[in-house]
């Protein structure tokens, strides 16, 4: 305030002061007192960490990106069998292989017995006391399960061994095992006879009716139901069919052409029940000569249509 009053004294001695330029002179004033205040402020510190470096890191590249320039060796199969040539249902197979490594043996793996596109795979060789050897041996099941077993007459399985080494590189070898059934056929893997079997009458899954057989690989069964008196070859042909001999009735001890009824309700209630206990009697045999007089009616063993 002391320079407040001066000032309005040294306007009125001179006469010359007027209220802007006193205005200006009052702030020039004011920042002289006061403009140093800032400038002894804090200086701007910059004491964070230095971001924007780079860390230095100048390794060079990755030296094991080099090509595999190595002078690594496939193995060699020396020599791959079986020990039989062929096997049935209930046998087995045993493969041995002998495999070497240019690199050493210790640089074999291993290796695997597969099918020749490589989609099935039987197993993992195993390797035997003899360095360098290894065996397999599977079943005719386990080589039913990776592919079905079925065939009429004889097959053949065509195996492929293939072994690794550490690098990666592999060999392949190739055998052919017969499979065989002395049935003729089999079917899902099961050796069937396709000439009587029942469930593969004349093919695998061709089942005959449960009363009726198979012979010849064709089913039989039962005729309808008739009255006693003609032969069982007039009865089947009578339906377009044949007789045969391989129908099988309550007994099962002997094949029969013929079933006998006390009436045609008791045949048709319930038809392949019928008795045949009283004769052996075949397709051709002459009228039927009833030894029961009660028998009126009869159910003859005829081909399917
Ligand atoms: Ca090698």
Same mark, same amino acid.
């Given at each position: &305030?002391?320079? &407040? ?6 306007? %009125? /001695?001179?006469? *010359?002061?007027k209220?802007? @330029? ?6 020039? $004033?004011?920042?002289? $007192? *006061? ?5 002894n ?10 971001a ?23 193995? &060699? ?15 087995? /197979? ?17 290796? #695997?017995? %597969? ?20 065996t397999?041996? $599977? ?24 072994? *690794? ?6 060999? /392949? ?11 003729? #056929?089999?079917?899902?893997? %099961?050796?069937?006879?396709?000439s ?31 009255? @006693? ?32 009824? &006390?009436? $045609?309700? #008791? ?12 004769? /052996? ?6 009228? *039927?000569?009833?030894a ?14």
């Amino acid at each position: &305030m002391k320079y &407040m009053s001066v000032l309005r004294r040294l306007c %009125k /001695v001179t006469r *010359f002061c007027k209220r802007r @330029v006193f205005a200006v002179v009052l702030g020039m $004033i004011a920042a002289g $007192i *006061f403009g140093g205040c800032g400038a002894n402020g804090p200086a701007s510190s910059d004491a964070g960490p230095d971001a924007g470096q780079a860390d230095g890191d100048t390794d060079n590249p990755d030296a094991d990106s080099q090509s595999d320039s190595d002078t690594n060796e496939p193995p &060699m199969i020396l020599s791959f069998g079986t020990n039989v040539s062929d096997i049935t249902e209930g046998e087995s /197979v045993t493969f041995t292989a002998v495999v070497s490594d240019p690199d050493g043996i210790d640089d074999l793996i291993g290796g #695997a017995l %597969k099918s020749p596109d490589g989609t099935v795979v039987y197993g993992a060789f195993a390797t035997s006391a003899q360095e360098g050897a290894y065996t397999l041996t $599977i079943t005719w099941n386990a080589v039913d399960q990776a592919q079905s077993i079925e065939f009429t007459g004889e097959d053949t399985r065509t195996f492929l061994a293939e072994f *690794f080494d550490i690098s990666g590189h592999t060999v /392949v070898e190739q055998v052919t095992i017969q499979l065989y059934c002395d049935t003729g #056929a089999a079917c899902d893997g %099961k050796c069937v006879d396709l000439s009587t079997s029942s469930n593969n009458c004349g093919a695998c899954r061709h089942a005959c009716a449960v009363a009726g057989g198979c012979s010849s690989g064709a089913c039989y069964e039962w005729s309808s139901c008739t009255e @006693v008196g003609d032969t069982c070859d007039d009865i089947c042909a009578s339906e377009g069919r044949t007789c045969a001999v391989v129908c099988f009735g309550s007994d099962l001890t002997a094949p029969r052409a013929v079933l006998h009824y &006390m009436d $045609i309700n #008791a045949c048709i209630s319930d038809p392949g029940s019928g008795s045949s206990l009283t004769s /052996v009697r075949y397709c051709d045999e002459p009228v *039927f000569v009833p030894a029961f007089p009660f028998w009126t009616v009869e159910q003859c063993c005829c081909s399917t249509p």
